[in-house]
């Protein structure tokens, strides 16, 4: 059960009460991006007029200041993941580039000819293509693990693919095109006693429901600010100390130094060695207020609201004879993403009916082409929730599905 009013939280915010096309906004795309309530672009603000200076190199008062909203919000997202330690949470600017930080820092170190790098086929090209890098650069082998009919992976796959050659494991812990929560509990226990280390790809995962790294036992752990209501151009990267310690510095330069001299560096401690470059405080203000928010209404909350709301979708959904629907047919194993196609219409052209009825959803290949060939479609149509929608906006968008045929002139 959760315990909130959505209309209370709907008021946080502003862009939700716009009008599109004359219709109030349906916005079904938060597994594209999240909104962002007032306090986080109030905290955005006001980090520019009272406290804007570039962090950790002034003796000045106002570098202090930027300082602190910088190392708070390490400090909060530690908390917030339950890391052991500030050393491990690296700030970067997106879940991608967390995810290359990782491949061209241990992959391209510590990956060698022959390892095997295991992928899950549902994984977002972000977790795909540095991968390929890899294993092009260091002659290894990438092989993947594939879904059964609703889009789950079953142990007998996951110990198939897995195995003493394996390397590195990574995966996403949702889909963001099935929406199916894979068992990342139980790839990680598997891929360590294989002698393998685990990647997981949390960006549709951390915004709505809790992540403890430690308990999960992940290496690393990958995640955007913008999809759990933050700023875009802020991300997150957790990894255990002892590999971190390890690993080269990803991208070199100011701020990530210890001392330089005409021929050599020696590069600063964790977190700093991997975070080169005047960095994103202003993102950091935006991402500790929205941690702040999530947590004053309760990550379980947000999850069982979101399980109620997609159930009810799912189940509309279904009765629609003349729709296809991609992943999990029940709430088992599932999250708040529904990629259907309608029987006779293009998915660009459902969601350019629905956004007549102000109802917003994506189509296309949704950065996950590899998944797409599997599923053996070239596109999907995808409604993504937050726990910002509502089960009237529900209605309205079955409804609007409902009419898409007979735009198109065929069906009923
Ligand atoms: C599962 C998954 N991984 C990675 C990404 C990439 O996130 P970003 O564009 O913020 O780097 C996305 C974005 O949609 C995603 O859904």
Redesign the pocket.
Known sequence: MYNFDVNNIRRDFPILNQKINDQPLIYLDS??TAHKPNIVLEEIKKYYEIKNANPHRGAYQLSVLSTEVYENTRELVRGFINAKSTKEIIFTK??????NLIAFSYGMNFIKEGDEIVLLIA??H??IVPWQQVAKTKRAHLKYMYLDDEGRLTEDEMKEKISPKTKLVSL?D???VLGTVYPVKSVIDYAHKMGAIVVV?G??GLPHRKVDVTELDADFY?F?A??MLGP?GF?VLYGKEELLNEMPPFLTGGNMIEYVSEEETTFAELPYKFEAGTQNVSGAAGLAAAINYLNEIGMDNITAYEKDLTAYALNKLLEIDYLKIYGPKTMKDRGGVISFTVEGAHPHDVASILDAYGVAIRSGH??ARPLMNFLGVAATSRASFYFYNTFEEIDVFVDSIKKVRKWLGSGS
């Not at 997106?94 to 995810?99: A, G, I």
């Open positions: 597994g594209a997106n879940t991608t580039e967390s995810l994984n977002h972000s977790n996403c949702v889909s963001n790809d960006a549709q990958a955007s913008h999809k875009m991300g949704h950065c």
